[in-house]
């Protein structure tokens, strides 16, 4: 029954169509009556790497049901061992004992055809010659070699990093699957050198063991636990360890023959203590409506416990995420006179919010200032009393501004005119105040401008002081 059932999907199904059945999910179509029940998975394709597995059900109005009879699920996405054959490459290997055109081969797998990466082409070694010897692949092999995309029945299908048919999740920055690269900073930079280094790498376990690595060839190799990936181009040489890392790394340069040399460097450096939000705090009533709220705590990875929340602040970028917010406990609440229900829009408590006190006053009368306010976290209780708390609680609304500008307007300042010659041995000058309403003043005396300097400032800092003392700015 199950290669029956398996050729009713024809050999030129479309990828959309294979699509839809590849999600390990119910869709409407499956509560047609005309189907029986879905069958139990089928075996792995693999034991290891990730692979595809089926299931199938019949249609019991003989064609006429809507929908597919298959379904997929992906299975064994544990990793295989390190000394693992390929899975393309066991099914180009098993064609080295048949003939083609007369000849015997070894067949060697050919890796990321984008016109048709789910056929199975192999090159012969020591041969120029590439071959499709099928045109699938076993369900579960890799569309290309750098993607967890996997063929089922000769389609590439999407899979994500958590490792689900159909799945868009990405690995990010920091390593971390379907992560929003949070959990690590970039860090980045450049030196110069007069010389050629040798490229060395100092480990440091857990345990304390100590390493020295040296690196002459392109190639992967494992360094303490830890996949390290040296790429030699020309006069490029890049490290690529994708992680985690099973111990503490460190790059060094040994000089050797005098080169004019720019270093670049850049990694992804994660943190040692994250933030890790809480469970829900219970909710804030029984009945009636209310709220739950949680929150984070630091977190030293390496030691998996809690710790105070200023190791998390060591790095700008690890940002403590904003307390989450849910309704809780909506049923209606039962009257006391048995004769009413209070429904959760009676007596719903209100959330926590931000209350402020009242701005101070202005640092300075005029020429710009600042005024400042301070600001609580209150919560209302059902019998309508205000309570400070905790300020988390109130996190997960902005919290408004507690400093703003003041007295922008320019301070009044004294302006005078150049001396005159109002009658013989009698010099005026007329000094008026600016940015106030303010009467000009004439200021007269009997000797010349030189040695009248002083008495007119003296008169115009008597002014100034009267004015201030009897008037208020406009």
Request: include cysteine; glycine fraction near 8%.
């Given at each position: 029954m199950s290669s029956t059932l398996i050729s009713d999907l024809g050999e030129d199904m479309e990828a959309a169509e294979l699509s839809k059945t590849s999600r390990n999910t119910h869709s409407d179509e499956e509560e047609d009556g005309n189907w029986d029940a879905w069958g139990n998975w089928s075996d792995c394709?693999?034991?290891?790497?990730?692979?595809?597995?089926?299931?199938?059900?019949?249609?019991?109005?003989?064609?006429?049901?809507?929908?597919?009879?298959?379904?997929?699920?992906?299975?064994?996405?544990?990793?295989?061992?390190?000394?693992?054959?390929?899975?393309?490459?066991?099914?180009?290997?098993?064609?080295?004992?048949?003939?083609?055109?007369?000849?015997?081969?070894?067949?060697?797998?050919?890796?990321?055809?984008?016109?048709?990466?789910?056929?199975?082409?192999c090159h012969a070694r020591g041969q120029n010659l590439v071959v499709e010897l099928a045109p699938k692949v076993l369900d579960g092999t890799r569309c290309n070699a750098d993607s967890l995309d996997m063929c089922i029945s000769g389609i590439c299908q999407a899979v994500g990093c958590d490792r689900?048919?159909?799945?868009?999740?990405?690995?990010?920055?920091?390593?971390?699957?379907?992560?929003?690269?949070?959990?690590?900073?970039?860090?980045?930079?450049?030196?110069?050198?007069?010389?050629?280094?040798?490229?060395?790498?100092?480990?440091?376990?857990?345990?304390?063991?100590?390493?020295?690595?040296?690196?002459?060839?392109?190639?992967?190799?494992?360094?303490?636990?830890?996949?390290?990936?040296?790429?030699?181009?020309?006069?490029?040489?890049?490290?690529?360890?994708?992680?985690?890392?099973?111990?503490?790394?460190?790059?060094?340069?040994?000089?050797?023959?005098?080169?004019?040399?720019?270093?670049?460097?850049?990694?992804?450096?994660?943190?040692?203590?994250?933030?890790?939000?809480?469970?829900?705090?219970?909710?804030?009533?029984?009945?009636?409506?209310?709220?739950?709220?949680?929150?984070?705590?630091?977190?030293?990875?390496?030691?998996?416990?809690?710790?105070?929340?200023?190791?998390?602040?060591y790095y700008p970028e690890n940002v403590k995420p904003k307390p989450k917010l849910k309704e809780c406990s909506m049923d209606p609440c039962p009257s006391s006179d048995g004769f009413k229900e209070i429904m959760p829009y009676d007596h719903f408590q209100p959330l926590p919010r931000w209350e402020h006190n009242p701005w101070t006053s202005c640092s300075v009368s005029c020429g710009g200032g600042i005024q400042k306010r301070t600001f609580v976290c209150v919560e209302e209780s059902m019998h309508g009393e205000i309570l400070q708390v905790e300020e988390w609680k109130c996190m997960y609304a902005p919290k408004p501004k507690v400093m703003q500008t003041c007295n922008l307007f320019d301070c009044p300042k004294w302006i005078a005119m150049e001396w005159s010659q109002a009658k013989k041995n009698?010099?005026?000058?007329?000094?008026?105040?600016?940015?106030?309403?303010?009467?000009?003043?004439?200021?007269?005396?009997?000797?010349?401008?030189?040695?009248?300097?002083l008495p007119w400032l003296k008169q115009a800092q008597e002014l100034e002081e009267t004015r201030i003392a009897t008037e208020e700015p406009t």
């Open positions: 394709s693999r034991t290891c790497g990730g692979g595809a597995s089926y299931s199938l059900r019949r249609c019991l109005a003989g064609r006429n049901c809507e929908g597919q009879n298959i379904q997929y699920k992906t299975c064994s996405n544990h990793d295989c061992p390190p000394d693992a054959e390929d899975f393309r490459a066991q099914q180009c290997s098993a064609y080295n004992d048949v003939q083609y055109q007369g000849h015997y081969y070894e067949w060697l797998p050919q890796y990321n055809d984008s016109a048709a990466p789910c056929a199975l082409k689900q048919l159909g799945s868009t999740a990405k690995v990010d920055s920091c390593g971390i699957c379907a992560g929003n690269g949070s959990s690590c900073r970039l860090v980045r930079g450049h030196s110069k050198s007069n010389v050629s280094p040798e490229k060395i790498i100092e480990s440091k376990t857990l345990q304390g063991t100590k390493g020295e690595h040296s690196f002459n060839s392109s190639g992967v190799f494992v360094v303490e636990n830890t996949t390290v990936e040296f790429q030699r181009v020309s006069d490029r040489k890049t490290f690529k360890i994708p992680g985690p890392l099973m111990a503490d790394f460190i790059f060094k340069t040994r000089y050797t023959v005098a080169k004019d040399s720019t270093y670049q460097f850049f990694f992804y450096q994660p943190f040692s203590h994250q933030w890790r939000q809480t469970d829900f705090f219970p909710c804030t009533v029984t009945c009636g409506g209310g709220y739950q709220l949680n929150s984070a705590e630091c977190v030293d990875i390496r030691l998996k416990r809690v710790v105070p929340d200023h190791y998390c602040h009698l010099w005026q000058k007329k000094v008026s105040c600016s940015g106030w309403s303010f009467n000009i003043q004439t200021i007269e005396v009997e000797k010349g401008p030189v040695e009248a300097t």
